[in-house]
């Protein structure tokens, strides 16, 4: 209704109704009250534009003269508001050029003159309208007459006539005033008495005024007199302001100073509103600008000091500067000009006006006022008074009694608090204004605290009664903590006891609120207040001197100065050292020594100072190169370990901060809750574990912690237990796993995509091994009840939260142990029974209660074909073991034991020790001694409870519903592959489960499968690891061939763990012809051949993966390798092949990747040492094997036939995919009977090595002729192209093997049979020719041990094939089948070698007869070799092909052949070897043109034989590789005794055969085999 308007309808309708609705408007205005002036308003609002409308001519006058006549009945001063409507529009319609509008107004004004009083009118209208209204005759006299009435008023001054005043007077004023008051004497009666004197001695009553004024403050403590006189003696206000003003200009001199009594009058005086601050502030000095000016240009001085303390100065520069700041401090110390407004300010605190103080202060910039040390007490004296009633309520501390601070008597004084809502009122307002000043008093700081306490305690107790008011309260105290507390702190100087009485308060606060509030005092407070950055500056100075000085030697000292500086300044002081700590990591350990002397508070601030340095946005993580984490997170971690161990700092923040990061898919900061466990814990993760090491992690907790680190870490308990209770406090220990856990694989694929591999390597290690490190430490400090309650089933943990099923099992492991220990402890106290068997079976059925709903839950884990072939209870079985459930490590208890007996050995002998330190360390070591045999005890039991019950599992383990081989697959996928590399202690239970499963005679389970799977072909898994997870792997393949290689020992232990075990059966299953099953036990040498095989595998994945030129094939193979040492390479010409490759890289990668370099030369190193311990292939294993009759077999046509019937058993290396190291090895092993051959290729007969007629294996011949010419050509493609088979098919690598074999048994029985004595002499003499030509030929060299083995091997091997040929009749029923043994790779072994040959340039691929010394026959051997062939078979070719062939292969032949000749002729040294050379060039001329590509030798009566297709084949390849890798070992063997010139020879020799072709190779074999 402000804005009102009467509407034109009124004014049209004004007789009917517009009257009456005005008047009722008029009315109803009048009524109400919200407010005086708005009705005021509204009121003069609706006159004005009833007027406004008479003016118009809207409205008659006399209609508005009569409404405006019953309008002022309604209100008493309607007269006064009319008269002012009057005024405002006399100046508007004086204003308009329409004179009738102006003749209307006053029209009306002169109808409303009964309305409105004279005077009224004559005070407000202008004198030209009263004029022309006849109020006034003329208007010019009016207003000279009324300037001559305001210059008597104001201007005008009283005159006292000063001679007639008597001095007596004033004499008896004085007296008056200045008598005893202590009386009955009121201020009334002494006024009585002035007046008299005034009158009496005609007294000027401003100069008595005066009078009382001084006397007043010469007795200023007399206020309750003083005030209620001048109260009644004083006319006006103005002129005791004036008077007061006009005494502070006197002492506005330069040098003058204004008495403290004459701010406190005025202060009085302004307190009982006798005068004006308004009026006195204009009269006090300094001026507000001057104020302003003075404080910037402290403000600036500040920043220059601040500046100069960083800065670099030259020492010339140094004196200079010293004498200006000398003159500046002179120039300060002379008195500063009087402030009469901080004076007057200070005064009216004192006095408890603090309304009158606040607009004082709020006059100048903020803390100005403060910061003069006279304001700040007395404002904290204030506050004393204030807050004493509710800090003896609620602050003070039992015991304490504190002095009273008494109420101020003035009632103009602020309220004292009584409850905490009263602070709100005045105190915390009193307090901002205070700001860092409250440093000036020490005791109201802990009084603010306190009350502070007394608050926290009541919020938290309260119930959630008055929620909002205490929220409010709470955010005034952090507002006050922040503004107020911790600034006030910075000034104070080194006062360690307020530093713990804020602790006090501030481990109430969440660690949010005083990371908060940390933070704010850090980055803001110190810029906010000119004093403050001057104490900035001095801090970082002193913490600079400290630092520089910080060495270990002095400690102490240099400790006490940091926690001198840092009980006021601690953000500043470690902001400092850590930025030096991330430089500097050797600073660590003086550091965290240093920091013995801090307080509370400090520590807390250390932790928010370190997590705010983690979380530096504007720091890198990683190095420049992309591959490595940054030193300076290293650092911080490492502090981090030392700092949270050694001190009682709150961890949940720092946790916190690591969740968060985990969170968000940054795993960089896992190093820190890494180092923070470790060093806290005392659980290390170290790969790199020594051998003792890794078996005492398969104790228990005590053999563990005294075992199993490199570094003791002692007295972890309290630390730990503050960890634990960090992360059961704030829910961060299943989170923290799970992100982990999860964070592993995002590692690769959220992390990974931009950054480096070797990178990504590390941070995926880093993140498992934590996820570990963290598992272990719940595992082993959470309670039971804590554990379970926390870690949700394995299930959930898999399907809900996506956890890793490793590392779901990992963390519910310890889990199930807890349950099965708790459920066998209550089974035994229901049923008392001490018997060994009753326990066993009490722990059995507690095994089986916690342990079926597992079985239950992991179904869901795997898809059901899984089910087919192990069982669920398999499976969980594996998982939820451990190594201290399978064994017991007795060394390491014994080591353990035997080390405590030498210390308290060392304490007795130790003379400078006291006696009673000696007993103390004495009964430390016997209860150490005593808990490890107890611990020894207890884990022995339960090892025997728990192989009991694996005893009873065993036989529902492995089902396979499919083949074995699948169940093999599955046990290897789903259990051993992701367990191996889990942790070290993982990798030796996974190679120890398998070998138990072995030793429990596990049904379906076939060891020999599992361990040819785990050997065969290693390249995908090391290529696929990590480098930690490489270590792992490395660990398990060593713990796997630590078994393997005592088995390989020893017959007897063979015989005992392996010979009658299910494990070493090798079953073929077959339908067709005879439909039974054959089973047979596969033999120690057999199984010789087998580890070989292995050995054989190793080594050519290891060449493969250091040929690749990728950086983690090399560097995870060279890492495996170093792993496998002491049981790989136990063969010499293995050895050799690998120290050839190793140099290789040794000499490639040290410019290039000089990490690769020091793997490498490690390796490299080693790998020589263990050289005394390798031997020759022929003492690894037997060269040539037992001859078995296997009678007529049937052919199966290629390796893919996986369902058609195979009866047919090899007697040969138990793999399907290995007839091509049976070939090399048969043709090496045989290779010195059949030296003397070449001598009589012409003769027509040939001898065998058994003596018997050959009717049986002519007859053989014939059938197995007709056999193979049908299946020949689907031999050779599905040789080529067809993957493996399962174990029950028969695989053609076997039935190739059979063939050789048989072929080679008839051909030897043929030979000798057609052979008479005197060439069997000559065979021996030739033979020992050949031999000694070898000798001769390698430089003079004494013959090794290998050599005399292999000059024993003929007559041995003919032995043993006439001892195999009597046994035949009796074994040619039973076949050795280790065949059925599957490898991951295709099994067309010599059609992939090739290939392999020819991608790879593979030399390493050596057969198991070679031996490095052999070099210079070895045209010959191989020559005899293949001589040996002729009495077997020929393979045919179309007459086409032949002759193409031929002429090929004539002219490489001779070509070939030339070249070798020549070499031969200066290599031999002796006349026989230079005869046995020309001999074999007259016979390589004749017959070079009869060799074909397939055939290497022709039989006597050139019967082609079409099965020899496939044999020529693969013995091609491996010749071809027998001497590419022949070649260079020789090189590397007997390299020093030759001469220049041989090795010149032998040089360009290895260089053509490297790159010769492959077909070059193959022709010139073959044409020498066929001569």
């Known amino acids: 209704m402000a804005a009102l308007v009467v509407p034109a309808d009124w004014i049209r309708n004004w007789e009917k109704s517009g009257k009456n609705e005005f008047l009722q408007l008029c009315r109803n205005l009048a009524e109400s009250k919200p407010s005086d002036d708005v009705t005021l308003r509204d009121i003069q609002a609706a006159l004005y534009e009833l007027a406004w409308q008479v003016i118009k001519g809207n409205l008659k006058l006399d209609q508005a003269a009569s409404v405006l006549n019953d309008v002022m009945e309604f209100r008493e001063d309607m007269s006064s508001i009319l008269a002012d409507v009057f005024c405002i529009l006399d100046i508007e319609t004086g204003c308009l050029e329409e004179k009738n509008k102006r003749e209307h107004f006053t029209q009306l004004v002169g109808a409303c003159l009964v309305l409105v009083p004279d005077t009224v009118l004559k005070e407000r209208l202008d004198p030209e309208t009263l004029e022309s209204l006849g109020l006034i005759k003329q208007a010019q006299q009016f207003n000279q007459k009324i300037v001559k009435i305001k210059t008597k008023l104001f201007y005008k001054q009283q005159k006292f006539n000063l001679l007639r005043e008597e001095n007596e007077g004033y004499a008896k004023l004085i007296t008056e005033l200045g008598q005893d008051l202590?009386?009955?004497?009121?201020?009334?009666?002494?006024?009585?008495?002035?007046?008299?004197?005034?009158?009496?001695?005609?007294?000027?009553?401003?100069?008595?005024?005066?009078?009382?004024?001084?006397?007043?403050?010469?007795?200023?403590?007399?206020?309750?007199?003083?005030?209620?006189?001048?109260?009644?003696?004083?006319?006006?206000?103005?002129?005791?302001?004036?008077?007061?003003?006009?005494?502070?200009?006197?002492?506005?001199?330069?040098?003058?100073?204004?008495?403290?009594?004459?701010?406190?009058?005025?202060?009085?005086?302004?307190?009982?509103?006798?005068?004006?601050?308004?009026?006195?502030?204009?009269?006090?000095?300094?001026?507000?600008?001057?104020?302003?000016?003075?404080?910037?240009?402290?403000?600036?001085?500040?920043?220059?000091?601040?500046?100069?303390?960083?800065?670099?100065?030259?020492?010339?520069?140094?004196?200079?500067?010293?004498?200006?700041?000398?003159?500046?401090?002179?120039?300060?110390?002379?008195?500063?000009?009087?402030?009469?407004?901080?004076?007057?300010?200070?005064?009216?605190?004192?006095?408890?006006?603090?309304?009158?103080?606040?607009?004082?202060?709020?006059?100048?910039?903020?803390?100005?006022?403060?910061?003069?040390?006279?304001?700040?007490?007395?404002?904290?004296?204030?506050?004393?008074?204030?807050?004493?009633?509710?800090?003896?309520?609620?602050?003070?501390?039992?015991?304490?009694?504190?002095?009273?601070?008494?109420?101020?008597?003035?009632?103009?004084?602020?309220?004292?608090?009584?409850?905490?809502?009263?602070?709100?009122?005045?105190?915390?307002?009193?307090?901002?204004?205070?700001?860092?000043?409250?440093?000036?008093?020490?005791?109201?700081?802990?009084?603010?605290?306190?009350?502070?306490?007394?608050?926290?305690?009541?919020?938290?107790?309260?119930?959630?009664?008055?929620?909002?008011?205490?929220?409010?309260?709470?955010?005034?105290?952090?507002?006050?903590?922040?503004?107020?507390?911790?600034?006030?702190?910075?000034?104070?100087?080194?006062?360690?006891?307020?530093?713990?009485?804020?602790?006090?308060?501030?481990?109430?606060?969440?660690?949010?609120?005083?990371?908060?509030?940390?933070?704010?005092?850090?980055?803001?407070?110190?810029?906010?207040?000119?004093?403050?950055?001057?104490?900035?500056?001095?801090?970082?100075?002193?913490?600079?001197?400290?630092?520089?000085?910080?060495?270990?030697?002095?400690?102490?000292?240099?400790?006490?100065?940091?926690?001198?500086?840092?009980?006021?300044?601690?953000?500043?002081?470690?902001?400092?050292?850590?930025?030096?700590?991330?430089?500097?990591?050797?600073?660590?350990?003086?550091?965290?020594?240093?920091?013995?002397?801090?307080?509370?508070?400090?520590?807390?601030?250390?932790?928010?100072?370190?997590?705010?340095?983690?979380?530096?946005?504007?720091?890198?993580?990683?190095?420049?190169?992309?591959?490595?984490?940054?030193?300076?997170?290293?650092?911080?971690?490492?502090?981090?370990?030392?700092?949270?161990?050694?001190?009682?700092?709150?961890?949940?923040?720092?946790?916190?901060?690591?969740?968060?990061?985990?969170?968000?898919?940054?795993?960089?900061?896992?190093?820190?809750?890494?180092?923070?466990?470790?060093?806290?814990?005392?659980?290390?993760?170290?790969?790199?574990?020594?051998?003792?090491?890794?078996?005492?992690?398969?104790?228990?907790?005590?053999?563990?912690?005294?075992?199993?680190?490199?570094?003791?870490?002692?007295?972890?308990?309290?630390?730990?237990?503050?960890?634990?209770?960090?992360?059961?406090?704030?829910?961060?220990?299943?989170?923290?796993?799970?992100?982990?856990?999860?964070?592993?694989?995002?590692?690769?694929?959220?992390?990974?995509?931009?950054?480096?591999?070797?990178?990504?390597?590390?941070?995926?290690?880093?993140?498992?091994?934590?996820?570990?490190?963290?598992?272990?430490?719940?595992?082993?400090?959470?309670?039971?009840?804590?554990?379970?309650?926390?870690?949700?089933?394995?299930?959930?943990?898999?399907?809900?939260?996506?956890?890793?099923?490793?590392?779901?099992?990992?963390?519910?492991?310890?889990?199930?142990?807890?349950?099965?220990?708790?459920?066998?402890?209550?089974?035994?106290?229901?049923?008392?029974?001490?018997?060994?068997?009753?326990?066993?079976?009490?722990?059995?059925?507690?095994?089986?209660?916690?342990?079926?709903?597992?079985?239950?839950?992991?179904?869901?884990?795997?898809?059901?074909?899984?089910?087919?072939?192990?069982?669920?209870?398999?499976?969980?079985?594996?998982?939820?073991?451990?190594?201290?459930?399978?064994?017991?490590?007795?060394?390491?208890?014994?080591?353990?034991?035997?080390?405590?007996?030498?210390?308290?050995?060392?304490?007795d002998e130790n003379p400078e020790m006291p006696p009673n330190k000696k007993k103390k360390e004495k009964e430390r070591c016997t209860a150490l001694q005593d808990k490890l045999q107890e611990e020894e005890k207890k884990q022995l039991e339960h090892v025997q409870r728990v192989l009991q019950r694996l005893k009873l599992e065993k036989d529902n383990w492995l089902l396979a519903k499919s083949t074995k081989n699948e169940t093999i697959t599955k046990f290897l996928q789903l259990c051993i592959f992701p367990r191996c590399i889990f942790s070290a202690i993982d990798a030796v239970y996974c190679a120890r489960f398998v070998e138990l499963v072995h030793q429990q005679r596990t049904p379906n389970f076939c060891t020999l499968l599992c361990y040819d799977r785990v050997f065969s072909d290693i390249i995908y898994t090391v290529a696929s690891c990590t480098e930690n997870e490489a270590r792992r792997y490395g660990r398990f393949l060593c713990c796997m061939l630590d078994t393997v290689t005592r088995w390989h020992s020893d017959r007897a232990i063979y015989e005992k763990e392996c010979g009658n075990y299910p494990g070493f059966l090798t079953i073929l299953r077959a339908t067709g012809f005879d439909g039974g099953n054959k089973a047979d036990q596969l033999d120690y040498e057999n199984f010789r051949h087998v580890v070989h095989k292995w050995h054989y595998k190793l080594t050519k994945a290891s060449v493969h993966c250091l040929e690749t030129g990728e950086y983690t094939h090399i560097r995870n193979i060279l890492i495996v390798l170093t792993k496998i040492l002491l049981c790989y390479p136990k063969v010499l010409n293995l050895g050799q092949a690998l120290e050839r490759r190793v140099h290789k890289i040794c000499l490639e990668e040290k410019e290039k990747r000089p990490d690769l370099y020091a793997l490498a030369m490690g390796y490299s190193g080693q790998l020589k040492s263990r050289k005394p311990y390798m031997v020759p292939e022929n003492e690894f294993h037997h060269k040539e094997l037992p001859v078995r009759n296997t009678g007529p077999t049937t052919v199966q046509n290629g390796p893919g036939s996986a369902g058609k019937p195979a009866s047919t058993t090899s007697t040969g290396k138990p793999e399907e995919g290995a007839s091509e190291e049976n070939e090399k090895s048969k043709e090496k092993s045989q290779s010195a009977v059949k030296a003397a051959s070449k001598t009589n290729n012409t003769t027509p007969k040939v001898t065998t090595s058994n003596g018997n007629g050959a009717t049986n294996s002519t007859k053989l011949i014939k059938e197995k002729e007709d056999k193979d010419k049908s299946g020949k050509e689907k031999n050779k493609e599905k040789k080529e192209k067809t993957p493996a088979a399962t174990p029950e098919a028969k695989v053609p690598g076997k039935e190739k093997q059979k063939e050789e074999r048989t072929g080679k048994e008839e051909k030897t029985r043929e030979t000798k049979e057609k052979t008479p004595k005197s060439e069997k002499e000559k065979f021996k003499k030739d033979e020992k020719a050949s031999k000694d030509d070898k000798a001769k030929a390698s430089g003079g060299e004494s013959k090794s041990s290998a050599e005399k083995e292999r000059e024993k091997e003929p007559s041995k091997e003919r032995d043993v094939a006439k001892e195999a040929k009597t046994k035949e009749s009796s074994k040619g029923e039973k076949a050795a089948v280790a065949g059925s043994l599957k490898s991951p790779v295709p099994r067309s072994e010599s059609s992939e070698s090739e290939r392999e040959q020819k991608r790879r340039k593979l030399d390493t691929h050596s057969s198991p007869s070679h031996s490095s010394t052999v070099k210079d026959n070895l045209n010959e051997l191989k020559d005899s070799a293949t001589k040996h062939y002729t009495n077997h078979s020929t393979a045919t070719l179309s007459k086409s092909k032949e002759r193409e062939v031929d002429k090929k292969d004539m002219e490489k032949s001779r070509d070939r052949s030339r070249e070798r000749e020549k070499k031969e002729r200066k290599r031999d040294h002796s006349n026989s070897d230079r005869e046995v050379a020309q001999e074999l060039k007259r016979r390589k001329d004749e017959n070079g043109t009869s060799s074909s590509k397939h055939s290497k030798s022709e039989s006597p009566s050139n019967s082609p034989q079409p099965n020899e297709k496939e044999k020529s084949k693969s013995s091609k390849s491996s010749s071809k590789e027998k001497s590419d890798s022949a070649k260079p070992e020789k090189g590397s063997s007997g390299g020093k005794k030759e001469s220049r010139h041989d090795k010149e020879k032998a040089e360009k020799k290895e260089k053509r055969e490297s790159t010769g072709a492959k077909e070059d190779k193959k022709h010139h074999k073959s044409s020498d085999k066929h001569r």
């Open 182 to 907: 202590s009386g009955n004497i009121t201020s009334r009666l002494v006024l009585e008495n002035i007046k008299s004197l005034i009158g009496c001695f005609n007294l000027d009553p401003n100069r008595v005024l005066d009078i009382i004024l001084e006397v007043y403050e010469c007795r200023s403590d007399q206020d309750e007199f003083f005030v209620p006189l001048i109260k009644s003696y004083m006319c006006e206000a103005q002129t005791l302001c004036h008077i007061l003003g006009f005494k502070f200009k006197f002492y506005q001199e330069p040098n003058g100073e204004t008495p403290s009594s004459l701010y406190h009058v005025a202060a009085a005086l302004l307190q009982h509103n006798l005068i004006e601050l308004e009026d006195l502030y204009v009269h006090l000095l300094p001026m507000d600008p001057s104020i302003l000016e003075e404080h910037k240009r402290e403000i600036t001085e500040a920043k220059q000091i601040a500046r100069k303390l960083t800065m670099v100065v030259v020492p010339s520069e140094k004196t200079e500067e010293k004498d200006k700041e000398k003159e500046k401090e002179e120039e300060k110390n002379e008195k500063p000009p009087d402030n009469q407004k901080l004076g007057l300010l200070e005064a009216l605190l004192k006095i408890g006006d603090w309304q009158h103080a606040q607009s004082i202060m709020d006059q100048m910039p903020s803390f100005y006022a403060a910061s003069h040390k006279s304001i700040a007490v007395a404002l904290c004296q204030l506050l004393h008074i204030t807050i004493e009633p509710l800090y003896r309520r609620a602050g003070v501390p039992k015991g304490a009694k504190g002095a009273l601070n008494r109420p101020l008597k003035s009632k103009q004084a602020p309220k004292p608090a009584e409850a905490f809502e009263d602070l709100r009122k005045e105190v915390f307002t009193m307090l901002c204004y205070l700001g860092p000043h409250l440093s000036h008093d020490p005791v109201l700081f802990a009084k603010i605290v306190r009350l502070g306490k007394g608050f926290m305690k009541e919020y938290q107790n309260d119930k959630q009664e008055d929620k909002d008011r205490m929220d409010t309260l709470l955010s005034c105290f952090l507002s006050i903590t922040d503004q107020v507390l911790l600034p006030s702190l910075t000034l104070m100087d080194c006062n360690a006891c307020m530093s713990e009485e804020l602790w006090g308060l501030f481990k109430m606060f969440p660690y949010q609120h005083r990371y908060r509030l940390y933070g704010q005092w850090k980055n803001e407070t110190y810029n906010s207040h000119p004093l403050l950055v001057k104490v900035k500056a001095q801090t970082v100075d002193r913490a600079k001197y400290i630092m520089k000085r910080l060495t270990k030697e002095n400690v102490k000292p240099s400790g006490r100065q940091i926690g001198k500086l840092s009980h006021s300044n601690p953000t500043i002081l470690f902001d400092y050292m850590l930025s030096q700590i991330q430089w500097y990591d050797n600073l660590i350990t003086p550091v965290v020594d240093s920091l013995k002397y801090l307080t509370s508070l400090n520590y807390d601030v250390l932790a928010y100072c370190i997590i705010e340095a983690l979380a530096n946005p504007e720091k890198e993580k990683m190095k420049h190169d992309d591959t490595t984490i940054s030193a300076w997170l290293q650092s911080l971690a490492s502090l981090c370990g030392s700092v949270f161990r050694k001190y009682p700092i709150e961890l949940a923040g720092l946790l916190q901060y690591v969740t968060n990061q985990l969170k968000a898919g940054k795993s960089f900061d896992l190093l820190i809750l890494k180092e923070v466990v470790q060093k806290m814990a005392g659980i290390e993760i170290a790969d790199e574990m020594t051998q003792e090491q890794l078996e005492a992690m398969t104790g228990g907790e005590q053999l563990k912690a005294e075992g199993g680190y490199f570094g003791q870490i002692r007295n972890t308990k309290k630390s730990s237990q503050r960890l634990k209770d960090a992360l059961l406090d704030h829910e961060l220990a299943l989170p923290l796993c799970l992100l982990m856990a999860q964070q592993r694989n995002g590692v690769v694929f959220l992390e990974g995509g931009e950054k480096h591999l070797k990178l990504v390597g590390k941070l995926y290690d880093q993140c498992h091994d934590t996820l570990v490190q963290f598992g272990g430490f719940l595992a082993s400090n959470l309670s039971t009840e804590d554990y379970i309650k926390r870690v949700p089933s394995v299930d959930i943990l898999c399907n809900q939260f996506h956890t890793p099923h490793d590392a779901a099992f990992f963390l519910s492991r310890p889990m199930y142990a807890h349950q099965i220990l708790s459920k066998y402890d209550e089974l035994k106290k229901t049923e008392k029974g001490n018997r060994q068997q009753q326990k066993v079976h009490k722990y059995i059925a507690a095994c089986d209660l916690v342990m079926a709903p597992v079985h239950d839950s992991v179904v869901s884990l795997h898809p059901p074909k899984v089910w087919d072939d192990i069982s669920p209870q398999f499976y969980a079985t594996f998982w939820s073991l451990t190594m201290y459930d399978l064994a017991v490590p007795h060394n390491a208890y014994d080591r353990e034991v035997n080390k405590l007996k030498v210390q308290m050995k060392a304490i």
